[in-house]
């Protein structure tokens, strides 16, 4: 190993992490990446980018848990407001065979 070398970064979650909670965000990313709606509407924005399907849902599934960590902590209630004006018009529908 050379020592000017920084070692390589591990990315992602540590071991340490909520398998459950891991699960339950993907797969809700999963769910709303099929169905109507801000999420179908925000996952197939990122699809029309040239974004993978695989990449597309991780990212779908991290907003959804961003989303629900601030209203969480803020005790607010979720607004579609901002997902429905920005992606709406996107037009593009999307098979969701996984």
């Known amino acids: 190993m050379n ?3 920084k070692p390589q ?3 992602g979650l540590n071991q340490n992490h909520n398998h459950e909670m891991k699960e339950i ?5 999963t769910r709303a ?3 109507a709606g801000p999420f179908h509407d925000f996952y197939a924005a990122l699809l029309t ?3 993978k399907p695989e990449m597309a849902r991780l990212t779908l599934a ?3 848990a961003a989303i629900t960590l601030t209203l969480w902590k803020k005790g607010g209630r979720f607004d579609a407001e901002p997902f429905v004006s920005r992606f709406v018009g996107s037009g593009t529908l999307y098979d969701c065979r996984f």
């Open 25 to 29: 965000f993907k797969s809700t990313a």
């Open 62 to 64: 991290r907003k959804i």
């Open 3 to 5: 020592p000017t070398k």
């Open 49 to 51: 980018k040239g974004m």
């Open 33 to 35: 990446s099929c169905g």
């Open 9 to 11: 970064q591990l990315r």
